[in-house]
């Protein structure tokens, strides 16, 4: 590479930023060193020169630090990055765990993740261990949406799009007939591994949320629309495995050793009262949803449902038909399990 003053100062740039950082720091003597193995061996290094060269980067916002080191030394780093460690680590966790994105994305990703930091700090983000890819989305058909998504949010522009789903055949079939939907966007969120768009769907008139990898032959159109006022935060806090449903006052009781599980799910700031000794109650705003429902029967006798009356009926009709599925089904295994309910050998359902 020839040396002059501009390729001097970019490279001196280059190399303060991938070798230097909080921990790593360079002498004067080391950074011509290093500089001589990319401009070649003969390549001349005057400290007064870089040092002035340290100063111009400096005055365009690339500040390198000095500290004292030994035998009277100066070291210099550069230090400033976008990114933190914790905040790179996050950012990495976050594309490995993405199913939708696959290996070769993931790792150009996570290539491109350890060139915002020193090479140093890259050495300790963990290696592109990728984890089994379970998803089947089509991830080219995500990509796209998420571009068209992100236009029609930002410049507030209305959507059009066909939804659907797979059959038990694994063929992806549309709903309402294949028609279009017409859905003011309000949100591209992600949530359990999915990205979904919350917006107001003009079909029924109401805020909705559909799945990206579910939408087909998206377009945004010209037609701009004015945006209600829209509390998103509480719209996601009150889905249950983003099941759409009418806001309900509920009330649930959990046995004591579930109070972290619920706490994680709707914050320390959550309503919770203790009735006894091992049970405490939980009062919140939900969407009546089969999410809901799943939700609170995961934890099968530990979580009882207090109110409304239209939740508690609905919970006891998924146990019933649970008790059914399993039930026996001829009469004397029938009457031998009977016996045991009233022996109190097993528990009734």
């Known amino acids: 590479m020839e040396l002059n003053n501009s390729t ?18 360079l002498s004067m003597k080391e950074i011509a060193e290093k500089l001589r193995f990319i401009f ?16 111009t980067l400096g005055d365009v916002g690339f500040e390198v630090i000095e500290n004292p080191g030994e035998f009277n030394k100066t070291l210099y780093s550069y230090q400033d990055r976008v990114f933190e460690t914790y905040q790179l680590r996050f950012l990495n966790d976050a594309v490995l765990s993405a199913r939708f994105i696959p290996e070769k994305d993931k790792k150009e990703l996570i290539k491109r993740l350890r060139q915002l930091t020193s090479k140093h700090i890259a050495k300790t983000l963990p290696d592109p261990v990728l984890f089994h890819q379970t998803s089947s989305d089509p991830y080219e058909q995500v990509k796209i949406n998420i571009d068209h998504v992100h236009t029609a949010i930002s410049e507030r522009k209305v959507l ?29 969120i992600w949530q359990q591994d999915y990205y979904y768009l919350i917006g107001y769907f003009r079909g029924t008139g109401e805020m909705r949320h559909y799945r990206l990898d579910r939408m087909r032959n998206i377009s945004v159109t010209e ?56 049970h405490f ?69």
């Open 8 to 25: 001097r100062i970019l490279k001196l740039q280059e190399l303060l930023s991938q070798e230097t950082d909080e921990w790593n720091q």
């Open 281 to 349: 109650e939980l009062s919140t705003n939900a969407k009546m949803s089969t999410g809901l429902v799943v939700w609170i029967m995961q934890w099968g006798s530990k979580a009882k449902v207090v109110s409304p009356e239209s939740l508690v009926e609905w919970v006891r009709r998924e146990t019933r038909a649970m008790y059914e599925q399993y039930s026996p089904d001829n009469v004397e295994e029938k009457q031998t399990l009977n016996h045991e309910i009233e022996s109190g050998s097993v528990d009734e359902l």
């Open 223 to 278: 037609e701009t629309f004015k945006k209600d006022q829209f509390d998103l935060q509480n719209y996601v806090d009150q889905s249950f495995h983003m099941f759409s449903g009418e806001d309900t006052r509920i009330k649930v009781q959990f046995h004591k050793s579930l109070l972290n599980v619920v706490i994680d799910r709707f914050g320390i700031d959550a309503s919770i009262k203790q009735i006894d000794e091992d």
């Open 40 to 55: 070649g061996p003969e390549a001349k290094f005057d400290s007064r020169t870089l040092k002035r060269d340290m100063n």
């Open 160 to 188: 059009h799009y066909q939804y659907g789903s797979y059959n038990v055949n694994k063929e992806f079939e549309l709903h309402r007939n294949g028609e279009t939907y017409e859905v003011e966007p309000y949100a591209l």
